[in-house]
């Protein structure tokens, strides 16, 4: 989540939204153009790869929030690859909820800590991405052949990781070589999902009625 770090200079960090129970705040952010955030997101990176001699190297970077600010990214990386990963919005969020609780739970007592606003919270950053004029899937569609997108399910990443990495590669026009491959094989192999524990949250639901749809899927998330 770097990237969340790089928008802190500009005050459009989501740091601050996340970390704290603040929603005028969270509002004000959803209404901002992140172009000025990007073009000073892009000379952070441009001395980074000064600093670390990074030649013919290719930048990897994951945060949610770039899916809020399609537009901004394509202008100011008109040949970035975005790598779209689709989870179901039921699970998406309920999974943002527990990262949010226990994010303020650093910075607050446990018993201060409201799930309800830390669902909120949660809910407001997914509808932003996937609802109304600004969202995701209309950025995407006014950007046309401009946004270069590889569409990922999220079930099928953790049903068939290197299969779904193949993909991804294939989309980049990159070579998954064979010592690359069994690299990844053997990350699998010494640490397979839940080798550390289950998270669960299922507790933690929301509302049919509050979940966005994402077009991806088709229907609302459940």
Same mark, same amino acid.
């Given at each position: 989540?770097?990237?969340?770090?790089?928008y802190?200079?500009?005050?459009?960090?989501?740091?601050?939204?996340?970390?704290?129970?603040?929603?005028?705040?969270?509002?004000?952010?959803?209404?901002?153009?992140f172009?000025?955030?990007?073009?000073?997101h892009h000379?952070?990176l441009?001395?980074?790869?000064?600093?670390?001699n990074?030649?013919?190297?290719?930048?990897l970077?994951k945060?949610?929030f770039?899916?809020?600010?399609?537009h901004?990214?394509?202008?100011?990386?008109p040949?970035a690859?975005?790598?779209?990963?689709h989870?179901?919005?039921?699970r998406?969020?309920?999974?943002?909820?527990?990262l949010i609780?226990h994010i303020?739970?650093?910075?607050?007592?446990?018993?201060?800590i409201?799930l309800?606003?830390?669902?909120?919270?949660?809910i407001?950053f997914?509808t932003?991405? %996937?609802v109304g +004029?600004?969202?995701?899937?209309?950025q995407?569609k006014?950007l $046309?052949d &401009?946004?270069h997108?590889?569409?990922?399910d999220?079930d099928?990443?953790?049903s068939?990781p290197l299969?779904?990495v193949?993909a991804?590669?294939?989309?980049?026009g990159?070579?998954l070589?064979e010592?690359?491959?069994e690299?990844?094989?053997?990350?699998?192999?010494?640490?397979?999902r839940?080798h550390?524990g289950?998270?669960r949250?299922e507790? %933690?639901?929301v +509302?049919e009625?509050?979940?966005p749809?994402?077009p991806f899927? $088709?229907? &609302?998330?459940?």
């Amino acid at each position: 989540e770097e990237c969340i770090l790089l928008y802190g200079p500009m005050h459009t960090s989501y740091i601050a939204a996340t970390f704290y129970d603040v929603p005028e705040y969270t509002a004000w952010l959803h209404e901002q153009d992140f172009g000025h955030t990007y073009r000073f997101h892009h000379l952070q990176l441009k001395l980074l790869h000064l600093q670390q001699n990074m030649t013919d190297r290719v930048w990897l970077l994951k945060a949610p929030f770039h899916l809020d600010n399609l537009h901004a990214l394509v202008t100011e990386y008109p040949d970035a690859h975005i790598i779209w990963n689709h989870r179901k919005p039921q699970r998406s969020i309920a999974s943002m909820t527990s990262l949010i609780a226990h994010i303020r739970n650093t910075y607050h007592t446990l018993d201060s800590i409201n799930l309800t606003s830390a669902t909120e919270t949660a809910i407001a950053f997914a509808t932003r991405a %996937l609802v109304g +004029p600004r969202s995701a899937p209309e950025q995407r569609k006014k950007l $046309g052949d &401009r946004a270069h997108i590889i569409d990922v399910d999220y079930d099928r990443l953790v049903s068939d990781p290197l299969g779904t990495v193949q993909a991804i590669y294939d989309g980049l026009g990159f070579t998954l070589n064979e010592e690359t491959r069994e690299r990844m094989l053997n990350f699998l192999r010494q640490k397979p999902r839940h080798h550390l524990g289950t998270h669960r949250y299922e507790h %933690l639901t929301v +509302p049919e009625d509050r979940l966005p749809e994402d077009p991806f899927f $088709g229907e &609302r998330g459940v």
